[in-house]
Nanobody
Framework: QVQLVESGGGLVQAGGSLRLSCAAS????????MGWFRQAPGKEREFVAA????????YYADSVKGRFTISRDNAKNTMYLQMNSLKPEDTAVYYC?????????????????WGQGTQVTVSS
């Protein structure tokens, strides 16, 4: 089992950058596929990005491709989401999640463990 805690959210102007972190408890972090999801007000939670257990494979939603970068440091039990060129439509609560798929996955049902979320607000 793994517990996840997100941090790094905040208020930023359009065009700015933020880096989110997801700290995991437990000694098995390096065995999990990890993902980022987000939920905007009045909308369903959606996939943002995912990364394999080794970090060697990544997968992005089309809406963030080229602007966001997912990475992980297994020695620190931490995953990151570097967000550049932020847009107002990126405003949402961002969640990290851990799953046991062999390759990065975009379906929420592939992730068994979830953090509580961190708010990202992008002003225009």
């Amino acid at each position: 089992q793994v517990q996840l805690v997100e941090s790094g959210g905040g208020l930023v102007q359009a065009g700015g950058s933020l880096r989110l972190s997801c700290a995991a408890s437990g000694r098995t972090f390096g065995t999990y596929t990890m993902g980022w999801f987000r939920q905007a007000p009045g909308k369903e939670r959606e996939f943002v990005a995912a990364i394999s257990w080794s970090g060697g494979s990544t997968y992005y939603a089309d809406s963030v491709k080229g602007r966001f970068t997912i990475s992980r440091d297994n020695a620190k039990n931490t995953m990151y989401l570097q967000m550049n060129s932020l847009k107002p439509e990126d405003t949402a609560v961002y969640y990290c999640a851990a799953g046991s798929t062999r390759i990065p996955a975009r379906r929420q049902r592939d992730y068994a463990y979830w953090g509580q979320g961190t708010q990202v607000t992008v002003s225009s």
